[in-house]
C-alpha cells in the first residue's frame, strides 16, 4: 500500500529493493537483455480494448472484446515467467517452478469467484450477466499483471505502488492499526508484521462486507430468494477465501523473484503484496455489484 512507504524506513527499503533507474541491480541489467516488456504488452491490451469497446454496440461484442483483452494481459503475463524463474534459480529458492502454476491457481480462484459476484450484480441473469462475467474475469487477470508490475522486481516496472485512499474510506481500522505498527516498527520482522496484519484484516473486512444484507449474500438472495443465506454465505466465504489465498501463493513467488529471495525484506514485500491483491479484488467487486456495507474487523 503506498501509506506503507510514507515512513523513511519503508521508503528506504522499497529503494533498496527496486533501486532506481540511474543505478539498477545486476538482477535487472540482466532482464533489460530481453526486448519483451510486461509494462508496454500491458499497455497495448489495455489500448487494444478500448478500441475494441468503441465500435461493440451489442453485448456479445462487448464479450469478444473483453474475452481479448484477458487473452492479452494472460499471454503478457505469462511472458515473464522465465525471467522470474531465471531469477528463483539464481539463488535455488524452493519455490523454483512454481512461478506458472501460481498464475495459474489464481486464475481458476478468479474463474470460480466471478459466478458469485455476478449473481449480486444488478444484471444476474441473461447476455448481460454473461458481459459481467467476461468482466470479471479479465478485471482479475488485471490484478495479476497488477502484481506483477508491483512486486515482481522488473526492470521496466519499478514497484508501481497504488493509491490507499479508498481502503482508508473503506477500513479506517484496519489501516489505523497499521499505521500505528509501521511507525512503530524499528525492525523487518516488525514491518512484516504489519504488512501481513494489514493483509489479514483487510480480507476479513472484505469478507464481512460481502456477507452482509448489502453485500454478496444480501444481494444475491433478492435475486434469487429460493437460495438459502448458509448456502449463499458458504459460498461466498469460500470463493473469497480461496481468491485471497490464491493471491498469497501468487505474491511470495513474485516477491521472493523480484527480491532477495528468503530475505526479510521479501517477506514484508509478501504481505504489502497480499494487501494489494486483496484491495483490487475488493474494488472489482465493487465495480460489478455497487458499494457494500459492513464494518471491518478490529485487531
Not at 450484480?121 to 450477466?129: C, D
Not at 443465506?229 to 498469497?248: H, N, P, Q, S, Y
Amino acid at each position: 500500500m503506498s501509506r506503507s512507504h510514507v515512513s523513511s524506513m519503508v521508503g528506504a527499503l522499497v529503494v533498496f529493493a527496486f533501486g532506481c533507474a540511474e543505478d539498477p541491480s545486476s538482477q535487472d541489467q540482466d532482464i533489460e537483455k530481453d526486448d519483451f516488456s510486461h509494462a508496454d504488452a500491458i499497455l497495448q491490451c489495455q489500448e487494444a480494448k478500448q478500441r475494441g469497446l468503441e465500435d461493440a454496440l451489442t453485448h456479445p461484442e462487448i464479450g469478444e472484446v473483453l474475452v481479448s483483452w484477458n487473452k492479452c494481459m494472460a499471454e503478457a503475463n505469462d511472458r515473464v515467467a522465465p525471467r522470474l524463474e531465471e531469477s528463483l534459480e539464481k539463488i535455488e529458492s524452493d519455490l523454483e517452478g512454481q512461478v506458472l502454476k501460481r498464475f495459474k491457481l489464481q486464475r481458476g480462484a478468479a474463474e470460480a469467484l466471478c459466478p458469485v459476484i455476478v449473481d449480486a450484480s444488478p444484471e444476474p441473469g441473461g447476455l448481460v450477466a454473461g458481459t459481467f462475467l467476461t468482466d470479471c474475469n479479465a478485471g482479475l487477470e488485471e490484478v495479476l499483471s497488477k502484481l506483477i508490475a508491483g512486486f515482481g522486481g522488473l526492470a521496466d516496472e519499478q514497484n508501481v505502488l497504488l493509491n490507499d485512499g479508498e481502503m482508508r474510506d473503506q477500513f479506517p481500522e484496519c489501516m489505523a492499526v497499521y499505521d500505528a505498527k509501521t511507525e512503530a516498527a524499528s525492525s523487518q520482522p516488525e514491518l512484516a508484521d504489519a504488512t501481513f496484519g494489514l493483509a489479514a484484516c483487510l480480507e476479513e473486512g472484505i469478507i464481512a462486507r460481502a456477507t452482509s444484507d448489502r453485500g454478496l449474500v444480501g444481494l444475491t438472495i433478492s435475486s434469487f430468494p429460493e437460495r438459502t443465506e448458509a448456502e449463499v454465505r458458504d459460498a461466498v466465504i469460500g470463493e473469497l477465501g480461496d481468491m485471497f489465498a490464491a493471491g498469497a501463493e501468487t505474491c511470495a513467488v513474485l516477491t521472493e523473484a523480484g527480491i532477495d529471495g528468503g530475505s526479510l525484506l521479501a517477506n514484508t514485500l509478501a504481505g504489502s503484496c497480499r494487501a494489494e491483491a486483496a484491495q483490487h479484488v475488493f474494488g472489482y467487486m465493487t465495480t460489478i455489484v455497487g458499494p457494500m456495507s459492513g464494518a471491518a474487523p478490529e485487531e
